[in-house]
């Protein structure tokens, strides 16, 4: 089934470790984003890519990097984890039509 | 630029009842509209989008939203209630941000259905 993968499932890391969350997707879209869902406050833009090799700053960067080396991969790295960056992770890709963006499952992290 | 407002951080009904989840958008061009769905421990799933067709949009699971440009809203409706429309609703206006295309999102809504 075509999609958008998401690796952790969950991840509980001590502060200061340096931690990878992982998004493929098979769509072949060109369009990737990174999310993050906290109470309250909706889903918050981290990072996109337009395309493979290209990537930008969303409303809240700080602290989070990405990489876009091909059309299918999208890992989000936190370099340096703080308990602020405790939340609910999401990738979403989009194609032809930018306007609708395919979500994944999801990462729940938790940094104590 | 571009916002969206949900009324009401939570909305109770009856099963049976009508649902009315309410959206209000913000825009300085034409926009597209859209009404995501999380169950829970899940990510979102596109329930209808509006993209300048016509104004009452029909989605998946008998919602429907209407497009009113004079209220500035795009109202999410659904006749009769199912124990399984309970989950999170977020109303998203799409816009530019950069060179790429992203989705502004309301803050959600969580609908509960009563027995």
């Known amino acids: 089934i075509a999609g958008i993968t998401q690796a952790p499932t969950s991840q509980i890391l001590a502060a200061g470790r340096r931690m990878t969350l992982r998004c493929t997707q098979d769509?072949?879209?060109?369009?990737m984003y990174w999310y993050r869902q906290d109470l309250g406050l909706g889903l918050r833009l981290i990072h996109y890519?337009?395309?493979?090799?290209?990537?930008g700053k969303g409303e809240v960067p700080d602290g989070y990097s990405v990489s876009r080396a091909n059309t299918d991969d999208f890992p989000l790295t936190l370099a340096s984890a703080v308990p602020s960056q405790t939340s609910v992770y999401f990738c979403?890709?989009?194609?032809?039509?930018?306007?609708?963006?395919?979500f994944g499952p999801g990462t729940r992290l938790t940094v104590l | 630029a571009q916002s969206v407002t949900q009324l009401g951080s939570h909305v109770s009904v009856s099963e049976g009842a009508l649902v009315l989840l309410r959206c209000n958008y913000s825009?300085?061009?034409?926009?597209?509209l859209f009404w995501y769905v999380q169950y829970p421990n899940q990510g979102l799933q596109l329930l209808l989008k509006?993209?300048?067709?016509?104004?009452l949009v029909k989605g998946i699971n008998g919602f429907e939203a209407e497009f009113k440009k004079s209220e500035t809203s795009f109202h999410l409706t659904k006749p009769s209630a199912h124990m399984s429309d309970a989950a999170e609703y977020f109303c998203?206006?799409?816009?530019?941000?950069?060179?790429?295309?992203?989705?502004?999102f309301g803050s959600g809504t969580r609908l509960s259905i009563r027995p």
């Open positions: 979403a890709s989009s194609g032809a039509n930018y306007n609708e963006q395919f």
């Open positions: 769509m072949r879209h060109n369009a």
């Open positions: 890519s337009n395309t493979a090799g290209t990537t």
């Open positions: 825009s300085s061009v034409p926009p597209y």
């Open positions: 509006y993209t300048s067709a016509a104004t």
């Open positions: 998203a206006v799409s816009g530019w941000y950069s060179s790429a295309s992203k989705i502004i």
